[in-house]
């Protein structure tokens, strides 16, 4: 993964604050979604008609987990993700295919090193927490075989 120069952050300053606050996670997340609608096996998880939702759900959440505000929780209460992605077919395949486009678009984003790979650690852990299932993938080739 490349990292960017971007400035580390000062005492007593949030991982928000320090990447730039709620701009730099819109730019991530829209990116992210760009990548998803056009993906073969995360695309048809998303409904269309409501990928302005997903995008304000995953940017409210993750600002709200790296010190942000609190929106999230204030409107949907608990995060409790495995439980609201219990109905997707989650499994090895899709995660890697979601952490590849989140990969690329922090990466685009130019963060510090630290702050880069802060992000990612903490994106591909929850990626493996969400993982579901060890089923195939609905109409992929390895079902097929």
Do not use: C, K
Not at 97 to 111: F, G, K, S, Y
């Amino acid at each position: 993964m490349n990292v960017g120069s971007g400035p580390t952050q000062e005492e007593g300053q949030s991982f928000f604050e320090a990447i730039g606050g709620h701009d730099t996670f819109a730019r991530i997340v829209h990116r992210f979604y760009q990548g998803v609608a056009s993906d073969p096996i995360l695309g048809p998880m998303y409904p269309s008609h409501d990928m302005e939702g997903a995008e304000w759900r995953l940017t409210a959440f993750l600002e709200q987990y790296w010190g942000g505000p609190t929106t999230y929780s204030d409107q949907r209460g608990h995060p409790r993700l495995r439980m609201r992605h219990h109905g997707f077919h989650v499994n090895p395949e899709a995660r890697d295919h979601w952490v590849e486009l989140m990969r690329d678009a922090v990466a685009a984003e130019n963060l510090s090193p630290l702050h880069a790979v802060t992000l990612m650690d903490y994106l591909e852990r929850a990626a493996h927490s969400m993982i579901n299932t060890f089923e195939p993938t609905p109409g992929s080739t390895a079902e097929e075989a």
